[in-house]
């Protein structure tokens, strides 16, 4: 793995430590073994957090590390036998330079809205298909926020565009959350692994504010 790539993985995870913090969980990074469960010693975390009963193993990789990864699937198995733990696996989202040459350009708020219809129908009986199609409307509002706000940003990581946005107080700490929690669900959808977490109204809440976001284009004022 080259530095870049661990450099970008590094931050995140430092990233998902402090929201984990401001969530009230007990975080522990790059565990040693003594400072595992019994079932977990021939592992390598990322980072363990605790919060009451609740365990979550947390592993950040990229699409290049995640290939090397051979230990993940014989985790996830292992968390899976114990109650009150789960493993929660994290992409970087790395800018890929040959996909943004290839793309004509992001969808415009006039093509967004009735995208957001075809995902609401989607949410009824294919709720996977409907995260992932809602997260891409969801990704292209925020870039037409970054324009209309005028954030002149390096990057266009959609990570990196809620952070700056809920910054600058465009969008509310409540829908930043919520955008996250969708984020992370559309992550391991489009990564092949099964989630538990997904139901037909967490998708409805993504398109209910995406179409807030969308509205509010029009507005000048803030959330703040």
């Known amino acids: 793995m080259n530095a870049q790539i661990q450099q970008l993985e590094k931050e995140r995870l430092l990233e998902l430590a402090e929201e984990y913090r401001q969530k009230g969980y007990e975080v522990l990074l790059r565990p040693k073994p003594e400072d595992l469960p019994e079932f977990l010693r021939s592992y390598h975390p990322d980072m363990i957090v605790?919060?009451?009963?609740?365990?979550?193993?947390?592993?950040?990789?990229?699409?290049?590390?995640?290939?090397?990864?051979?230990?993940?699937?014989?985790?996830?198995?292992?968390?899976q036998e114990h109650p009150g733990w789960r493993v929660e696996l994290v992409m970087t989202n790395r800018k890929d330079a040959p996909y943004f040459a290839e793309v004509e350009g992001s969808l415009e708020e006039h093509e967004i809205k009735p995208q957001l219809?075809?995902?609401?129908?989607?949410?009824?009986?294919?709720?996977?298909?409907?995260?992932?199609?809602?997260?891409?409307?969801?990704?292209?509002?925020?870039?037409?926020l970054v324009n209309q706000e005028g954030l002149c940003l390096p990057r266009l990581e959609?990570?990196?565009?809620?952070?700056q946005l809920a910054t600058e107080g465009v969008i509310s700490q409540p829908d930043?959350?919520?955008?996250?929690?969708?984020?992370?669900?559309?992550?391991?959808?489009?990564?092949?692994?099964?989630i538990n977490q997904l139901t037909s109204s967490s998708v409805l809440d993504l398109i209910e504010v995406t179409e807030q976001l969308l509205n509010s284009l029009n507005s000048t004022g803030s959330f703040l």
């Open 158 to 163: 959609p990570l990196y565009l809620l952070k």
């Open 50 to 79: 605790r919060r009451g009963e609740e365990a979550v193993v947390v592993e950040v990789k990229s699409r290049s590390s995640i290939a090397s990864a051979q230990d993940l699937q014989g985790l996830a198995q292992v968390v």
């Open 117 to 144: 219809q075809v995902a609401r129908e989607l949410t009824v009986h294919h709720p996977e298909s409907a995260i992932l199609y809602a997260w891409s409307l969801a990704e292209a509002t925020l870039r037409l």
């Open 176 to 194: 930043y959350q919520l955008l996250m929690n969708a984020f992370r669900l559309r992550n391991a959808i489009a990564h092949g692994f099964k």
